[in-house]
């Protein structure tokens, strides 16, 4: 396992959360102010803020504390995860050429087709677990790399380390990013691996507690940094303050809730796979799963997903989710403390056309499960009452 960085409870608590220089309150205000007063014409108070759009004090606050989670240097939070994409694609034109997974988040991949590919981009969607392929995929003017691992929902892992230098090899501007939102900086730190940016919806382990929408992006690169700032403010795809203070308040448990997610998450996998009416359980963090080893290497922590395949079919899962009585609810989204069960097919994947799911192995008997930190006797005690419900 990749040991945390030095420290990444202890700044993630404290990193961006002084205590207030003014009042001393030792939990930074909510600044809700869209605007500042300045000492004289474009002199602002020393903290530098001039309007809201391009700095206030809480967004401040949360990217440097996501700058120290990611072990980067800079970070810049948006409205959502898909604005983080829609913002970092700015810095391409449309005869650029992108590589990336072929089983990524279904909003990334509605990006990608219906919005980028309309206006002529060229986008080769490819197994990132296959370095040969993504190596065999690139082209002269390939300027993107967008990986996303573990995938959605199937848990695929992929070559972070060795995916970055094949495209920095083959050229090296070519931006490798990497969606980090399945397993949150505590669990993976893409930056150290080699990518130049990373990427979160901060809406799921970030936040931590299904109430907030947004995303984050952290890189090493001063000058990708400056010309990203530039488009978040241009663009003003923006997270409010409030939302910034609650996400920051989420991080500051990431390290004890993620720890909790990873523990609950080996069980329930354990227990899943020696259930007689499961067919196959995707999770990083068995010894079955085909890039167990790669995980252990690259990753801190396997994470809180788990993609199971139940034995039987679209009449059997909705036996089994139908009978779901709590702690989990029957609910699309995931990384809150709460345990949410869904089936892709029907919910998030219900956009992916069907003969592809059927290639990506997104079957009508596929269950996606975000583990909670309840207590896992109850998460367990759930999925065995709900499996009985299952006639085969
Ligand atoms: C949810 C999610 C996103 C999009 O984030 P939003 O905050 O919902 O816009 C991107 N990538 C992954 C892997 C996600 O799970």
Known sequence: MLPLPRSFATNAIHIGSEPDPHTGAVVPPLSLSSTFAQKSPGVPFPAGHEYARTSNPNRIAFERAIAAAEAGTHALAFASG??????????????????????????????FRRV???????????????VAAVTAAFKPNTKLLWLETPTNPTLKVSDIAALAAAAHRHNPAMLVAVDNTFLSPFNQRPLELGADIVSNSVSKFIAGH?????????TRNEALFQRLKFLQNAIGSVPSP???????????TLAARMALHNSNAQRIAAFLEAHPKVARVAYPGLKSHPQHEL???Q???????????????????RQFLEAIKGPFTLAESLGGVESLIEHPAIMTHSSVPAEQRAALGISDSLVRLSVGIEDVADIECDLAQALEHVHL
Do not use: N
């Open 82 to 111: 898909s604005a983080t994409l829609a913002t970092i694609f700015e810095l391409l034109v449309p005869s650029d050429h992108v590589v990336t997974g072929d089983d990524i988040y279904g909003g990334s991949t509605r990006y």
């Open 299 to 317: 990753q801190s922590g396997f994470g809180g997903m788990i993609t199971f395949w139940l034995k039987g079919d679209l009449k059997h899962a």
């Open 116 to 130: 980028a590919m309309p206006k002529g981009f060229e986008i080769a969607f490819v197994d990132t677990t296959d």
């Open 295 to 297: 995980a252990a290497r």
């Open 242 to 252: 409030f939302d910034c203070f609650l996400a920051h308040r989420g991080l500051k």
């Open 210 to 218: 299904d109430d907030v929408v947004m995303g984050a992006l952290a």
